[in-house]
């Protein structure tokens, strides 16, 4: 991927933000499909049409030039007014909306109420996350429990969850001013997958912490102190944003800043994480 056309996609990004724009509305006003737009903004592009970067200027309302610029000899990162370097996203609730309709699925093919799916996948999930238990034995743990032969977690799971686009957008503008990674308790392989449907946002995020993989969970203290040594920066300069209170208080006794999220009222606690994220120059 050519560095012009991945710069040119995170300046849209950018720019898109800033005028408060989701993908879609852009494309709705633009009179862009979906596809095209998601496409020009990761870079898979080589030579957009001149016609369609002027049409998203204009719903930008800047000029050609504005929105082409030329592109930079290096990326600047910020360090925001509290002192923030780096910022780790949680994904489930944050990213992406929880995976609940999953339940609701699951209890419709088993005929257990759905709070009994939900028990019993509670009763696993923290083992499997942690990476003590295969993926393998966890489905056919919780098939049992529901009395179904089989069944297969991912697969409800990536088919109901919602990407959060706003945040979405937050995570690629942060991108562009900070040093950003994920820390999430997952499951084995799904992060992978979710960044190969276009679940998560196409960045280069600097570090991925994946539950599964370090062997421990949020709110877990030895998940922090592997987040902070892949940071390469002091705990005051780490900025954690959950949707997850123990989560958030755990990261606060190590020294992070700590922001929640509330997928409830998510223009809210957008707000917040731009006001947290106000650059100090």
Known sequence: MAMDEKWLGQRLQAMRTQAGLTQQILCQKAGLSYSTLTKIERGAIKAPSIFTI???????????????GSAPKKVVRHRSKSGVSFVYFDINGCLVRFYHQAFTRLAELSGAPADVVETAFWHYNDEVCRGEMTMDAFNKAFAKDLQLDSLNWPDYYLETIEPIEEMHDIVRWAAQNYRVGLLTNTMPGLVKTMLQKGLLPDIDYEVIIDSSEAGAIK??????????????????????????????????????????????RPDESIARIKDALDPAD
């Open 54 to 68: 002027q049409s998203i200027a204009d719903v930008l309302g800047v000029s050609l030039d504005e929105l082409l």
């Open 219 to 264: 709110p877990e203290a030895k998940i922090y102190q592997l987040a902070e040594s892949k940071a390469k920066c002091p705990p005051a300069e780490i900025l954690l944003i959950d949707d997850s209170r123990t989560n958030l208080m755990a990261a606060e006794k190590h020294g992070w800043h700590v922001l929640w999220f509330d997928d409830y």
